[in-house]
């Protein structure tokens, strides 16, 4: 299976048509299980915009500003000590 990342890439790159497909049936379940939320009237045209969405996002990421797992464990980890420190002072 193609990596998310490398679709993303040949979509902002190529315009690859195809690989923008293969995203947006990455994406129908968790769609199709948002729909579920709403009421039926209103699933259609809720659909759309968010398939539009995800094509958006997909044209619009930023590859090169995404960081690793451990920055992103780093970060998280600088998080959770300021609120704690917050907490304390307050």
Same mark, same amino acid.
């Not at 040949?10 to 190529?14: G, S």
């Given at each position: 299976m193609t990596r998310l990342i490398e679709l993303t890439k040949?979509?902002?790159?190529?315009n690859d048509i195809k690989s923008l497909?293969?995203?947006l049936n990455l994406f %129908?379940?968790?769609i199709k299980a948002s729909?579920?939320?709403t009421s039926p009237q209103e699933q259609h045209d809720l659909y759309q915009e968010l398939k539009i969405k995800v094509i958006e996002i997909v044209r619009?990421?930023?590859i090169n500003d995404t960081c690793g797992f451990? %920055?992103?464990t780093n970060r998280l980890k600088e998080q959770?000590?300021?609120d704690c420190?917050?907490?304390e002072t307050s």
């Open positions: 040949k979509v902002q790159k190529h497909e293969i995203v %129908e379940p968790k729909l579920r939320q619009k990421y930023d451990w %920055e992103f959770h000590a300021l420190k917050d907490k």
